[in-house]
């Protein structure tokens, strides 16, 4: 039963909340009328693609959203930049809750999914650049603020 829960761990708890942290992106993107070209998991050589989503054989941990908007103000870009940890925040919250209440036992994937989320959502907010360049969440959302403030 071990070894399952250890499967599960690493088919669940490590790529469902970076997933769910791009489609939180994805979800305001679609919501003010946008349309995105892929979601890019990683980056170098592709290793496979479903859909729009690819996936990269470097730096899997990381992705981006290709994506394009017609109208996009300052507050739209700060929800489609806040919008993975968003969707992180409340699918690990959620998912405890109903840990806590007794309708689900916390499995060893369940409790590395709501760490994993947390992880990920706190990480985000720190604002940092990356190695090639690109700002994370956090960053872009406190560029466009310094920006706003300015004007």
Request: net charge positive; with cysteine; glycine share 8%.
């Amino acid at each position: 039963m071990i070894i399952l829960e250890y499967f599960l761990f690493l088919l669940i708890a490590i790529p469902l909340p970076l997933i769910l942290h791009e489609y939180g992106h994805v979800f305001f993107i679609k919501l003010f009328g946008g349309s995105v070209h892929k979601i890019v998991y990683g980056n170098g050589k592709k290793i496979f693609k479903i859909g729009k989503n690819v996936v990269c054989k470097n730096r899997f941990w990381t992705a981006e959203v290709d994506f394009s908007i017609d109208s996009m103000t300052t507050g739209k870009e700060i929800l489609v930049s806040a919008g993975g940890i968003i969707v992180n925040v409340i699918s690990a919250t959620i998912l405890w809750m109903i840990v806590e209440l007794n309708y689900l036992h916390p499995y060893l994937p369940i409790r590395g999914y709501i760490i994993h989320s947390y992880l990920i959502a706190v990480f985000t907010m720190i604002p940092q650049v990356y190695a090639d360049g690109t700002p994370n969440d956090g960053k872009h959302i406190m560029n466009l603020l310094r920006v706003k403030r300015k004007q």
